[in-house]
């Protein structure tokens, strides 16, 4: 018995160093179980899709039948921005949830354009790869304003269109692509940035929130790059051409963005004729993140 006792106990001191390791050393391991745990949940998994000019890392998977779900993630973020809501979506819906050209694990390609008419192009190739010949748009963020580019690009391409908190307009307040002056320096500037995103911001350990500022700090002039990209870009503003979008449209918004305003929302729900507007008085940016459940459910209904 002492023997066993023994054997158990060295178990749990191995297990124990390790998770210690891995929270203290390793967040992005820890990141990517708990990534992992949100796909496999969702009933997604991953994939590799290559198009004539690059390949795509995507979340994909659920019902085989209906209209495919195309769901693009924000500025900055990744393919795992809609991971947890997709859960309340999978068992109706086939979803398709990419890494957006320069964001999450694509590589950095100077060469490139990411303004948002070339953005419209990569998901366009993307879906012609998949053999997707008809398809419903997801979008937060700068993934809303590619979303309504794409629909007015490819209007007979486009069944349904949902953006959250969307990028893509200018109205009066501040650019949203505008370029960012410094680096984070601090807790204090990281917790500044979680303001902005969130109505109520989460609680982070130390060694996550310094393992997001380093590699914030390491892409920091590479996403200045891309600001530019798409401030210099056709596609950007679309205030004059918003009206031409005629598909099933839903507008979500948390009246707490403190990165694009709320004040957005009524300029597209007038704009976009016969278009539903939903405000959440307690969400703020990335509503997805904040209740994934809530999300699921509002665009499944829509859906």
Known sequence: MSRILTFYSVIFFIASAATAYIWNFRPDLAFAAVYKIYVLRSGLHEEVVATPTQSFRIYTGGAAGGTPVLMIHGFGDSRISFGQAARFLSREHRLILPDVPGFGDTPEDPSANHGISHQVSAMKALLDAMGIKKVALVGNSMGGHISAAFTLTYPDFVEKLVVIDPAGLRVDDQNPYADVPSKMNSDADFDAYMDKLFFKRPWIPGPFRNDFIKKANARFAWLNRLRGEIR????????????????????????????????????????????????????????????????????????
Do not use: C, M
Request: glycine content about 6%; overall charge negative.
């Open 232 to 303: 210099a870009d056709k596609d950007y503003p679309l205030n004059d051409r918003i009206a031409g979008i005629t598909v099933p449209t839903l507008i979500l918004w948390g009246r707490h963005d403190r990165i694009i305003s709320a004040v957005h929302a009524p300029v597209w729900h007038e704009k976009i004729k016969g278009s539903q507007l939903v405000i959440w008085e307690d969400a703020g940016h990335s509503p997805q993140y904040e209740y994934p459940e809530r999300v699921g459910q509002l665009l499944s209904e829509f859906l």
